[in-house]
């Protein structure tokens, strides 16, 4: 199902450097018969926040570990600066980790949770060089007036904050988190989310996250790696992720996507003509370098629209008939399940404003789905 992807050559303005301050080289990881990591091959850029995303199992956090020093590959080898650091042991690489559930101390209060590695130093710091070092960690996550309490007298996002400025006060050249924010709330997790990416952006260390939430890795990323069984799927940024997944697996983890069954009747630039299953011919993207006859076709739900059957076509439009079967209304937008004749099931999401302006379709209703000419992308067949 997954197949070899090379990295992809995006560039992001805040990253100022492109050189690599880690890399996976075919880096394999072995638990008896279980087959956990399988010859990653990765680059992660200086300075950039980079997400390893996919379902449990996938892969992502062997992966986070190999790098933190808690698992050393089978086979292949892990790199820092250049540097093979496979044998070397976590607490001597130029890295730290903030873990799911923080792993803070309850007996130390929180300016002595913050200042523990500074005190396993040696040879050791003075006791005014790690109170400064402290203070300046807690300023930077905003919790400077926090320094006497204790961890049970915290919130949830100040048990973060503490773990983050507990990591960040080594300076370490990557900072690691393992699905630092599933712990939290919805909105606390938003808010997280943005400070988060507010300290990368201000510190200008490299971060790698391991999560299985689409949406926190679409929002936070400079690049994502999609992980499954294994192996990696395909690395780009977010935008080329969602508009040019590889393969079914990548198009249905990022996002929501109807994948729809064709055959291609014709290829020209860059562009392919495909026979849908009821025979209407629609004009789309096409992605796979290969002659396959036979394709799949990924769309995403906001793509489509809905109009009443007696409804004029917009010009380049092709219309499929269908019967609206579920609709779900969301505040911002309305989700519409649909059956199109010939071709099965579609979802199509229609923005508040589309919906108020074309109107809103009850279940049961006889609708028409319109697919603009181009809309849609060609997958190549997973492997």
């Given amino acids: 199902m997954i197949q070899d992807a090379t990295m992809a050559e995006t560039t992001s303005a805040h990253v100022a450097a492109q050189d690599a301050v880690a890399e996976f080289s075919g880096a394999t990881k072995r638990f008896g018969e279980v087959l956990a990591a399988d010859r990653i091959n990765l680059r992660i850029r200086r300075g950039e926040f980079l997400s390893f995303l996919g379902p449990s199992g996938c892969g992502k956090t062997t992966a986070l570990r190999m790098l933190a020093g808690f698992e050393t590959p089978t086979e292949g080898s892990v790199l820092i600066d250049g540097h093979d650091v496979s044998a070397v042991p976590a607490h001597k690489r130029p890295v730290n980790m903030v873990f799911q559930h923080y792993a803070l101390f309850p007996h130390m209060t929180v300016a002595q949770n913050v200042g523990y590695g500074l005190r396993q130093r040696r040879p050791r710091l003075s006791r005014s060089d790690i109170a400064q070092k402290v203070d300046k960690a807690l300023a930077t996550v905003r919790l400077e007036a926090f320094g006497e309490r204790r961890i049970w007298e915290l919130s949830g996002g100040q048990q973060q904050r503490v773990a983050l400025a507990r990591a960040i006060i080594n300076e370490p050249q990557i900072l690691l988190l393992d699905e630092p924010m599933a712990a939290l709330d919805a909105k606390l997790r938003g808010e997280m989310q943005r400070e988060l990416l507010e300290l990368q952006r201000s510190l200008n260390i490299t971060f790698v996250l391991v999560t299985h939430d689409q949406e926190e890795a679409l929002s936070m990323s400079d ?6 069984k294994g192996r990696i799927a395909q690395v780009g940024s977010p935008q080329e992720l969602y508009d040019r997944p590889s393969n079914r697996y990548v198009a249905d983890f ?8 064709g055959q291609i009747a014709g290829r020209q630039g860059g562009m392919a003509q495909v026979v849908l299953g009821n025979g209407t011919k629609v004009i789309v993207h096409d992605l796979p370098a290969d002659n396959r006859q036979h394709a799949e076709i990924a769309i995403r739900p906001e793509a489509l629209s809905i109009a009443p059957q007696e409804a004029p076509l917009p010009e380049g439009t092709v219309a499929l008939a269908s019967r609206v079967t579920h609709r779900t209304f969301l505040g911002d937008r309305t989700e519409y399940l649909l059956v199109a004749d ?38 190549a067949a997973d492997t």
Wanted: proline share 6%.
């Fill in 342 to 379: 010939g071709i099965g099931p579609l979802q199509v999401n229609a923005p508040r404003q589309a919906a108020r302006a074309l109107g809103e379709h009850d279940v049961g209703a006889q609708v028409h789905i319109l697919w603009p000419v181009g809309t849609g992308l060609v997958l």
């Fill in 223 to 228: 690049r994502i790696c999609i992980m499954g």
């Fill in 254 to 261: 990022v996002g929501k996507a109807n994948i729809v069954a």
